[in-house]
């Protein structure tokens, strides 16, 4: 077969135009890559190179109200291991857990990080002590994708005494992470689990600094120092409180280890929190990097409920210490006065209907105007004042005092209090049916039992109205400007009436074993029904909510004690903290002052 010449040339000039396109292409690809696309293979390359290694920030140092640390950092060590794929990590968890102690759930949750983020360390040990450390750097050769690093360390010197307040921190958990993700929280991050660390969690955080480790194509370790520039953390400013360091320790020792229940202190004017501890209590130190499973079990299986914070969350009955709103709501109305007596005397109980209601003293206080009422917590008074009032206008009047509303602390998790809503017939029927209930419920409410259950903090907050003006403060934790809101109006001869009341029940009424030796203690007891028995006696919370001096209050306190029996044993309780308060800050005040 023959081919014509120009056959020849024609299919020489197609070969010679197919290879020079690709000679073009290939010099075009070449350029591409080597020139256009330098700067991104390069940083490729860097990134299959190159492992960021999570500095953590400093968090914000907590301070009280003088300057005592309530929270700090200190110098601790953090152990994680970088890997290529999750069948490797799990390899090198085994291997690992022959030097050092991993159980299987610790292992898993090493995993589960991993698989929010491979490209970063998996955290293994958040907290390590030195010795765990000593001993993984004797086998560091072992394990070529271990880095082993110092890490600020959450440190609270006094752990339990302010656990209520302070919380605690915690890794971020995978709820969290899809939410605050866009906020820069990254798997493995240490974030604020309750508490002022919580509530500030964006004031407290800092921002993360990073460290760059270089890498085989197995993830393996082959330099940690100098790859790239460091990126240095950012440590966040100190947060200053209201808190009084000492009188909280003072608060936690009172409660100890056996008492339930909880105490809130707050300035009157400011709404400043100077105390609130909720017992029992747990050491925040134990929650750092990750708590141990045994001693979270125990918590949680406690019966005294130590992760509940009884000072904000827990719900009670306030028992007579709301005898005040009663007498306040009448004083608005102008359905009684402070020297007026009621139509039947105590004589240890009524009748009202078919049903007999008791006073707490049996012996009965015979006739009594409203601030002997208020002194001796005569309830055969306040049955009739609640009666007088009317269940329409004591529910109206409790909603206006506050009864259904949070206080408004700045802390997470606050709790509403329970209190029926308005119109009260309305609430009563769709609870109990229209016949299932009657005027009988006036009865109850105007002593603070029935469908009222207040919290410690609230209450707290009620009496800074009645230290005052009438205008309630919001508890404050963390400095910021007052806030106030008035609660009632009374005229001043009404305000000296109830004030001296209070002042009463405790120089001559029901907390006469609590009165301060050289100061004016002014409040009340109460001890509310609980619903629950010890064989057939009803376990009793105890209540006081008091301040001083009762002329020129600097101290509102509020004490809850669960099943603690007679709100005496809550008066003692709060006589003893008011009295440090006050001699504390006056002794404070001379030595400032000078000769």
Request: hydrophobic fraction near 40%.
């Amino acid at each position: 077969m023959s081919f014509h010449p120009n056959d020849v040339q024609r299919r020489g000039r197609i070969a010679s135009g197919v290879l020079f396109a690709t000679f073009l292409f290939l010099v075009g690809s070449f350029f591409r890559t080597q020139i256009l696309q330098h700067a991104q293979y390069v940083l490729q390359s860097e990134e299959n190179r190159l492992r960021e290694v999570p500095l953590p920030a400093p968090r914000g140092v907590i301070y009280d109200r003088r300057g005592a640390i309530i929270a700090e950092n200190v110098p601790g060590y953090s152990v994680s291991l970088l890997s290529p794929r999750e069948d490797s990590l799990r390899a090198a968890l085994k291997r690992l857990s022959g030097t050092v102690s991993i159980t299987d759930d610790q292992a898993e949750a090493v995993v589960r990080r991993y698989r929010r983020n491979p490209n970063r360390p998996a955290v293994i040990f958040a907290d390590a002590t030195f010795d765990l450390v000593s001993r993984l750097e004797e086998h560091r050769v072992e394990f070529p994708g271990l880095i082993i690093q110092a890490t600020p360390k959450r440190f609270y010197p006094d752990g339990a005494a302010v656990a209520s307040l302070v919380g605690y921190t915690g890794e971020i958990n995978e709820g969290e992470l899809s939410t605050l993700a866009a906020q820069g929280y990254k798997a493995g991050q240490q974030i604020g689990k309750a508490g002022i660390e919580k509530q500030y969690e964006k004031r407290l955080r800092g921002r993360e600094g990073v460290r760059f480790v270089e890498v085989d194509a197995r993830n393996r370790v082959v330099k940690e120092a100098g790859a790239r520039q460091d990126i240095s953390p950012d440590g966040a400013p100190p947060l200053y409180t209201n808190l009084d360091l000492d009188l909280q320790k003072f608060v936690a020792g009172i409660f100890g280890d056996s008492l339930q229940g909880a105490a809130v202190a707050i300035e009157p004017q400011t709404g400043e929190v100077l105390a609130l501890h909720s017992a029992p209590s747990f050491d925040p130190n134990r929650f750092i990097g990750f708590i141990p499973a045994d001693y979270w079990r125990s918590l949680q299986n406690d019966p005294r409920r130590p992760l509940v914070n009884k000072a904000i969350q827990g719900r009670y009955p306030p028992g007579s210490t709301w005898k005040l709103a009663t007498a306040i709501v009448g004083l608005e109305e102008g359905l009684v006065k402070l020297g007026d007596h009621m139509p039947i005397p105590c004589t240890g109980g009524m009748q009202f209907g078919n049903r007999y209601f008791k006073c707490h003293d049996k012996r009965g206080h015979g006739s009594v105007n409203l601030t002997e009422a208020i002194e001796k917590s005569c309830d055969v008074y306040f049955y009739q004042l609640g009666l007088r009032i009317g269940l329409l206008k004591l529910v109206a009047g409790g909603i206006t005092l506050g009864a259904r509303e949070r206080s408004g602390i700045d802390l997470p998790n606050e709790q509403r209090p329970q209190f029926p809503t308005a119109p009260a017939n309305e609430y009563f029927d769709r609870r109990y049916g229209a016949r299932g209930w009657n005027q009988s419920a006036s009865l109850n409410l105007a002593i603070g039992q029935g469908e009222n259950s207040q919290t410690v903090v609230n209450m707290a907050r009620f009496y800074t109205a009645l230290a005052t003006d009438g205008a309630a403060a919001r508890p404050q934790v963390v400095r910021a400007a007052p806030d106030r809101q008035r609660l009632f109006q009374l005229d001043s001869v009404q305000m000296a009436g109830i004030r001296g009341a209070l002042a009463g029940v405790v120089s001559r009424g029901t907390a006469s074993a609590s009165r301060i030796q050289g100061i004016v203690l002014a409040g009340k007891t109460g001890t509310a029904q609980s619903g629950k028995f010890q064989g057939v006696a009803e376990l009793n919370h105890a209540w006081f909510v008091g301040f001083a001096p009762a002329d020129e209050p600097k101290i509102v306190v509020a004490v809850m004690i669960e099943f603690g029996g007679h709100g005496t044993r809550a008066a003692h309780i709060a006589s003893k903290i008011i009295e440090h308060y006050l001699k504390v800050t006056a002794q404070q005040f001379i030595s400032t002052e000078g000769p």
